[in-house]
């Protein structure tokens, strides 16, 4: 059809558009190479330095830095560089997966509940209103303590209690444009609903969710970090977040060690910075509001 | 802006430092970071209880610093020829702290009460069937058969015009605000997360305490604990964490005690014997869990999971005890993967498929899986990490799970015990009787959390209960020991140090029990705080 | 104000409630797991006294009988008894809910102080290079976990320069003299947790009050007061800034869950008597009643700020205002 060509012809030229402005934005700019930077980190840095979280000792307990050690050692003897790159790859993955997660059910539930509308709809808010008035960070905790702490569990369990926000967002967003005359023409032609919600409405709600995602992102790892120093997450696993436990643990800030929770500290500001940079970078291109032109 | 201004001056005003201290009175500051869960030895089961009880309660029989029994509330004490009768003649013109008079009531009481009912000391009144007042100052305990740890148990007294009114359900939630003891302390407020506040006895009948108050002050984390001892703030702590050892040794103020823990973590197996099991089968073979013994590094488990406070264990009563520990020495299974590996082979255990896991002749791999716990601290997860790289190291494959204490309770006793191996831990009495039961065949499903059973164990169980002759009894605890080191359900991974510190500039008379080798401030008796005094 | 628009506020506010006591109830019933585990290895629990703590605790019965119960019990405000404590959880949760009161209305109040004046430098100075401090140090603070600002904050301020107190929310044990004495001490102690916490929240605050500035100045009655010649400083602060403000109080609202997490770890590397630590405490504990009650006053209390916003916002909104 050739809707369908138009279609995918004024995508790209939108996007291709977006890319240019985007360029032109530092704060975007710059998040966005922070986050390329740590993906190097994660992936091709296992390459270049070995790391064994099996080999204990080598280096004496908690070790200044030395030749071996460029950032000194944890309270087994092992490297906190490799502990840092290698705990990258995990702090990005359980942001993102559990960012998915949430952003997929607060997609679906903002998008039903906000072309639904009525009482089906008053009913799904009050419901939101519900989770979001818990408070979120100790339903982790609970949900992580009782389920167990593996990094299978840690996802699903950040993924089903951040979605509230992006709900609110996306069916503020579908209310708008639920009001839409393509939307009515669509309606009055005899267009199924989920047809409607899934090729018309998502479509205009997606620019919004993407710069969430990468909001909600941000603020998955730094809740995985957290409950990592709780002492709620996977200790067998190095993530960021188990070396600043680590760390609180052996009492490293009593005897001065920075060198155990400073850098792993740094890097979760910064990577978190990059995606937050990045998101609002979005926000700021994408809400008309905020752009200059 | 201007308002911003003001308001920063404002916090920097009142950050000016404050005179901390009352300095009239002699308060003596301790700090903690477990804090107890009530006032009431009726329902206590958190081991931060001492700090309470050992303040404001006495026995009937107490330990001196050597650990020999002397006379608490008893001023002493006989057992009759058939060992089933033991009459205490009681101390007299001891007065609670609210002024009433200590007798024989009170200990027929506190006795009933704990034999009739099930709380938390109970347990200690094993053949105990009664308690009997002979007169205002004497009283009779009736055993079945002979008691050997009689005079070791300790049990608080409480006041019986306070508690008389008390059905036995009614134990099991009262607590006093301010509980009434005849010991040299009175705890005076508890402000929960805080502190605990103690006043001293003026009128204790073993002489007054030179001190007016202790506080215990409650920290959340150590970091800020170890501070406050550096700069004074706090004057005692009762643990440290292991690396912070160093750093406290070098401060010329500062006494750091290191003395043999009375506690022991092992790695514990699944040996349940039944089909409702759900372990793995294989682990019930003792040849596999004979070989991990010789598998397992325990020194470099001391040196990394404790920083080198500890000692490697072997049997299973700490060496603290005294001589009720079994030394194994010519029988001791070092380290040497090499032997394990022997052992396995010979019992079948063979890698056939090339996949550095052993498999049995019907090709079940030697793959278990290892709950963790790790809301204990991270000793256990270190360890953990150690001993599944030893184990590996022999063709034996862990899984480990981490998860909390709840947790892997549940599993143990309401899932029909879901895994394999596991790391727990318990702390020693002074009398072996208790720890010796925790892996006895009557006690699956309750204090045994492996589920092992062995009949001449059981046997021998039986026969140390009443053996009050102490060379027969040791003969009988010391073999017990070696069949559970030969059988290994339980395998001892070490036997943690008690590492506590004080403060040398302020107070003196800090004593260590047992004598010059053990605690200084968490005490089997009341040696320093009736000692300690101002420099 | 508008009655109907309160009576709506209102009514939302209680079926939130209902929503929450249920989904709390379910989530400590539907966990897996003994629920006297944690007693059980303590000592040995017989079959009767088992059957004791059920009936103590409210476990025995049918799912929904025991549901029925539960909501009676709330209403008489009977949260059970502490599982490590045996005192009535009203009990210790009130000691610990003022503690941390105290800390999250200062923490709150110094965020919003901070967060407004950056965000509104910010907005007000777009492009240039105040704009990008204010926003830089804004995004920055965002992305730091707040028990690491804690953490470096405790080690600057206590340990390195030993002028502020290392934990608690008074000198443990001191009998105060005085009122004023008492209060003294305790501010002493606030300082340093209440200006971590606050650093900790700020960042969001100012973005969004960047945001919500931003978006007012672009509007025609702000080109309008230009045009006539109106210094800048005025415009936004006596025009721009008191309809950006409107957004800023459901956001706060909103954030006051976050509150919560802060206050956790704020409360832990401080030693801080909240009810965030002892959630944790007894997360660990596995003191379900204990947990079930924070939970509760904690969300109830959001609700509470959520429905002060909301007639703040009615008030304040003339769009509401005279509808």
């Known amino acids: 059809m050739s809707s369908n060509i138009n279609r995918k012809k004024v995508m790209k030229k939108g996007i291709i558009r977006f890319i240019d402005i985007f360029k032109e ?117 609970i949900l992580a303590a009782l389920l167990g702490s593996s990094t299978r569990n840690i996802i699903i369990v950040l993924g089903l209690t951040g979605w509230t926000g992006t709900t609110r967002l996306v069916r503020s967003q579908t209310l708008s444009v639920k009001q839409r005359p393509f939307i009515e023409r669509a309606v009055s032609v005899g267009a199924g609903k989920g047809y409607i919600m899934f090729r018309h409405i998502l479509p ?90 | 802006m201007k308002k911003l201004c003001l308001f920063l001056a404002l916090m920097l005003l009142v950050a000016l430092p404050m005179t901390a201290y009352n300095s009239e009175k002699l308060v003596l500051r301790i700090g903690i970071i477990q804090e107890p869960d009530t006032t009431s030895p009726f329902i206590a089961t958190l081991a931060a209880f001492n700090v309470i009880d050992v303040r ?44 009433e008079d200590f007798n024989a009531d009170d200990v027929v009481w506190t006795y009933t009460a704990l034999i009739e009912g099930e709380y938390p000391q109970s347990v200690q009144l094993t053949g105990i069937t009664k308690c009997e007042k002979v007169d205002e100052y004497t009283v009779k305990l009736y055993t079945e058969a002979p008691k050997a740890d009689m005079e070791s148990i300790r049990v608080d007294i409480v006041p019986e015009h306070i508690y008389s009114n008390k059905s036995l359900e009614d134990l099991h939630t009262f607590a006093e605000d301010s509980p009434v003891g005849t010991g040299p302390f009175k705890l005076v407020e508890w402000k929960q997360g805080q502190f605990l506040k103690f006043e001293a006895n003026e009128n204790y009948f073993k002489g007054a305490p030179h001190i007016d108050e202790i ?128 052992i396995l082979e010979e019992a079948g255990y063979i890698d056939t498929d090339g996949d550095s896991i052993r498999e049995d002749s019907e090709g079940n791999k030697l793959d278990f899986r290892f709950a963790v716990i790790s809301s204990y601290g991270e000793a256990y997860v270190k360890a953990s990490l150690i001993i599944q790289k030893n184990l590996q190291d022999i063709g034996i494959n862990t899984n480990i799970t981490t998860m909390d204490g709840g947790a892997q309770s549940d599993l143990i006793y309401s899932q029909n015990f879901d895994t394999d191996m596991y790391i727990w831990g318990w702390s020693a009495e002074l009398d ?27 046997e021998l169980y039986k026969i140390q209960v009443s053996q009050v002759d102490r060379e027969e009894r040791l003969e009988t605890v010391h073999e017990m020991q070696r069949i559970v ?40 008796n009341k040696s320093t705080f009736l000692s300690i005094r101002p420099k | 104000m508008n009655l109907s628009y309160l009576s709506k506020k209102l009514s939302h506010s209680i079926i939130t409630l209902f929503i929450v006591i249920t989904i709390n109830f379910f989530l400590f019933r539907v966990i897996p ?21 059920s009936t103590l605790y409210g476990f025995n019965g049918s799912l929904p009988i025991q549901y029925v119960k539960y909501l009676r019990q709330l209403f008489t405000f009977d949260f059970g008894l502490s599982f490590k404590y045996r005192k009535p959880v009203l009990e210790i949760l009130g000691n610990r809910l ?156 909103i954030n006051l869950g976050f509150m919560v997490s802060g206050a956790i770890q704020t409360e832990t590397v401080f030693s801080w008597p909240g009810i965030g630590r002892l959630v944790y405490e007894a997360l660990m504990a596995r003191d379900y009643p204990v947990l079930q009650g924070a939970f509760l006053i904690i969300s109830l209390t959001v609700i509470i700020a959520n429905f002060i916003a909301d007639i703040f916002y009615g008030y304040l909104d003339p769009r509401i205002k005279y509808e």
């Not at chain 1, 280096?59 to 990258?88: H, N, Q, V």
């Not at chain 1, 070396?243 to 490293?252: D, K, N, P, V």
């Open chain 2, 56 to 99: 404001v309660y006495d026995n009937l029989i107490e330990y001196d610093d050597n650990l020999h029994p002397v006379g608490g509330l008893a001023e002493d004490w006989s057992v009759s020829e058939d060992g089933l009768v033991w009459t205490f003649n009681l101390r007299e013109g001891i007065k609670w702290s609210d002024g």
């Open chain 3, 98 to 253: 003022m503690a941390t009161l105290l800390l999250a209305f200062f923490a709150q109040l110094f965020a919003i102080i901070l967060g407004t004046v950056i965000g509104t430098l910010s907005a007000a100075f777009r492009g240039k290079k105040i704009d990008v401090a204010a926003l830089g140090f804004a995004l920055f603070i965002y992305a730091i976990p707040a028990f690491w600002l804690g953490i470096v904050l405790l080690s600057f301020f206590s340990v390195k320069l030993g002028i502020l107190p290392l934990n608690g929310m008074v000198v443990a044990g001191l009998s105060h003299p005085t009122t004023w004495a008492y209060i003294k001490d305790v501010v002493h102690h606030l300082v340093l947790p209440v200006f971590s916490m606050g650093l900790a929240i700020c960042g969001g605050y100012a973005i969004i009050m960047r945001g919500s500035l931003l978006d007012v100045l672009t509007e025609d009655y702000i080109t309008t007061a230009r045009a006539k010649g109106l210094k800048r400083k005025d415009i936004v602060i006596k025009h721009a800034l008191p309809n950006a403000m409107l957004p800023m109080v459901t956001i706060i609202a």
């Open chain 1, 25 to 141: 934005n530092k704060m975007g700019v710059l998040g966005f190479y922070i986050i390329v930077f740590f993906l190097l980190v994660a992936f091709v840095g296992p390459l270049i330095y070995s790391y064994n979280p099996q080999e204990f000792a080598k280096g004496g307990l908690i070790a200044p830095p030395t030749k071996g050690f460029p950032l000194g050692t944890d309270d087994m003897g092992r490297s906190i560089l490799g502990a840092l790159i290698y705990g990258a790859k995990v702090s990005l993955m359980i942001g993102i997966f559990a960012t998915l997660i949430s952003v997929f059910i607060g997609t679906f539930i903002g998008i039903v509940s906000g072309f639904a509308g009525g009482k089906f709809d008053s009913v799904l808010m009050r419901i939101t209103d519900g989770f979001m008035v818990l408070p979120k960070l100790p339903l982790i905790m």
């Open chain 2, 485 to 524: 080191y030969e059988e290994a359900p339980y395998i001892i991974l070490y036997y943690p140090d008690a590492v506590e510190a004080y403060r040398t500039d302020k107070f003196e008379g800090w004593t260590r029990v047992p004598e010059g080798i053990g605690n200084s401030i968490s005490q089997v």
């Open chain 3, 33 to 53: 797991g003994d629920p006297f585990a944690m007693i059980a290895k303590a000592g040995t629990l017989s079959a009767e006294y088992k059957e004791e703590l």
């Open chain 1, 204 to 293: 205009n709600v997606f620019p919004l969710v993407f710069s969430n995602t990468i909001l909600v992102a941000a603020g998955a790892i730094l809740t995985e970090t957290t409950l990592s120093f709780l002492g709620l997450g996977n200790p067998l696993v190095p993530s960021w977040g188990q070396i600043l436990r680590g760390a609180f643990t052996s009492g490293a800030v009593s005897i001065g060690a920075w060198w155990y929770f400073v850098p792993a500290g740094l890097c979760v500001i910064l990577l978190v910075l990059g995606f937050t940079l990045l998101g609002y970078s979005f926000d700021e291109i994408l809400n008309p509001k905020l752009r200059r032109y």
């Open chain 2, 215 to 342: 506080v215990y002050v409650i920290f959340a984390n150590a970091d800020t604990l170890m501070l406050a001892l550096k700069n004074g703030e706090i004057d005692a702590v009762t643990s440290i964490a292991s690396n912070q050892v160093e750093m406290l040794e070098q401060n010329p103020n500062i006494e750091v005690v290191k003395a043999l823990g009375r506690n022991f973590q092992e790695l514990g197996f699944n040996c349940w014997d039944s089909p409702e099991s759900k372990g793995n089968p294989l682990v019930l073979d003792p040849k596999i869990r004979l070989a991990c013994d010789y598998a397992i590094d325990k020194e470099q488990i001391v040196e990394i999971a404790l920083t080198g406070l500890g000692t490697p264990g072997t049997s299973l009563i700490p060496p603290s005890v005294g001589d009720w520990h079994w030394d194994p020495s010519d029988e001791k299974h070092n380290y040497d993967p090499e032997k394990a590996k022997q």
């Open chain 2, 432 to 458: 072996p009787s208790l720890k010796l039961s925790v892996v006895l065949t009557e006690q699956i499903g309750k204090r045994s959390d492996c589920f092992w059973s062995n009949e001449d164990y059981d």
